[in-house]
C-alpha cells in the first residue's frame, strides 16, 4: 500500500517537476551605451525590411525541456528585426521611408542552459543593406553570449530566458557598429565651403 | 526516520514554493511616439539611472500569495529615453551627473533623473500575475550646474484580467508603466521652463 502511494506521489512529482512548459521570450531592451554611439555618429535614417529564418528549427528554442517562444508569431527572425527596429527608434535613426533598408536571415539561433555553472547562446544572421534598392551591404555576423547559470532549473531557465534579449543585442551591436555599415549610410559629407 | 512520501513532499515543497514570479513590464511606446505634443526644444539633455537602480529587481505582491519580482528601471528605460526624444532634440545615457566632460562634449543641457516606485496586487487567488499594478514615477531635471529647474510626479494605473495576463504576465504592470510614462511625456513636454 505504501509502496503504491509512494510511486503515485513519485509520479505526480515527476510530472509537475520535469513537463515541459512555455515560456515567452522577454521584450528586446535596447543596448543603451550603443544608442549613445550611434547619436553621434551622422548617419541616415534606415527601416527594416523582410527577415527570415534561414530553417524551421531556428524558431525552435528549447531550454531544459521547455520551450521559449518568440512572441512576434513565434519568429524569431521577427523577434531579430523588432529589435533591430527598436533600436534604430531608440537611436533617432528610424524612418518608415527611408531609402535604406536593412533585411535578414537569421542564420543560427542555439540556447544552452544544460550546463550547471555556465549557459550559453550562439546566434548568427546574414544583414543586408540596399539603398534604393540596390544592394550595398551583405555580411554575416555571428556572436556568442554567456551568463551564469545553475544546476537548479527554477533558476537556470530563467537565467536563461532573461538572457536571450542579451544575445540579440550583442548580434545588433555587432551589425551597427560594424565600420562596412558605418561607411554606407554614414551621411555624406558635403564639403561646402 | 523519514519514510519516502515525506522525503518526495518536503522535496516538491523545497522545489515549488517562495520564488518570486519574474515579469516584464517594459510598456508598448507607440502612444508616446504619437502623442501630440509641442515641437522638441534644440536643447539636448541627460539622464542618469544609477546601475545598482538599473539592476535592481523589486518584489511586489501577485496573485494567491506569491510574489511578482522586476526591474522596473531596466524595463522603462526605454519608455524615459522615448519621451525625451520626443521632448529635446538629442536624449543621451548618462553614468553619472557630474561628468563635466561628457555633459560639454554632449553639449547637454538638463539632466532627468527618474525615481520609481511599484505597487501590485491581484483580486485572484488560484493565479499569481498581478491584476493591479501602480507605477508613480518621478522626474527630477537639474541644468548642467547642478542647479535643480524642474520636479514632477505622475503615478500610472495598470489592470489585466486573467484572459489577458494568461498571454502576458506582466501586463498590468506594463499598462501602469505606459500610463505614467505617457502623463510624464505630456508635463515635460508643456512644462514650459526647458
Known sequence: MESSTTIRITTALAVVILTGCTAMAPQYQPDFELVNTLKDVNLQNMQTGKFVSADPSIDKVTIRGSSLVSPYNNSYSEYLKNALSEELKQSALWDTNANIVISGELLENEMDASGFSIGEADLSARFLVSRDGTEVYNKVHTIHHEWASSFVGAVAIPNAINNYPIAVQKLIGALLLDIDLLNVTRVADTGSQ | ?194
Open chain 2, 1 to 194: 526516520m523519514l519514510r519516502p512520501a515525506a522525503v518526495l513532499l518536503l522535496v516538491a515543497a523545497t522545489l515549488v514554493s517562495g520564488c518570486a514570479h519574474k515579469i516584464q513590464i517594459t510598456p508598448q511606446l507607440e502612444a508616446m511616439r504619437n502623442a501630440q505634443v509641442p515641437a522638441p526644444s534644440e536643447k539636448n539633455v541627460g539622464y542618469f539611472i544609477p546601475a545598482a537602480e538599473r539592476e535592481k529587481a523589486v518584489i511586489t505582491p501577485g496573485g494567491g500569495g506569491d510574489k511578482i519580482t522586476y526591474a522596473p528601471y531596466k524595463q522603462t528605460e526605454a519608455a524615459l529615453n522615448t519621451i525625451l526624444g520626443r521632448a529635446f532634440s538629442k536624449v543621451y545615457s548618462m553614468r553619472s551627473t557630474n561628468d563635466t566632460n561628457f555633459i560639454a562634449e554632449k553639449n547637454i543641457s538638463y539632466i532627468f533623473t527618474p525615481v520609481i516606485e511599484t505597487s501590485s496586487s491581484s483580486s485572484g487567488i488560484f493565479t499569481w500575475p498581478a491584476t493591479d499594478f501602480s507605477l508613480k514615477l518621478t522626474c527630477t531635471a537639474v541644468d548642467a550646474n547642478g542647479n535643480k529647474v524642474w520636479n514632477k510626479t505622475v503615478t500610472g494605473e495598470g489592470h489585466a484580467e486573467y484572459n489577458e495576463f494568461i498571454k502576458d504576465f506582466g501586463l498590468s504592470g506594463r499598462r501602469a508603466a505606459e500610463a505614467a510614462y505617457t502623463e510624464m511625456l505630456m508635463e515635460i513636454a508643456n512644462a514650459g521652463v526647458f
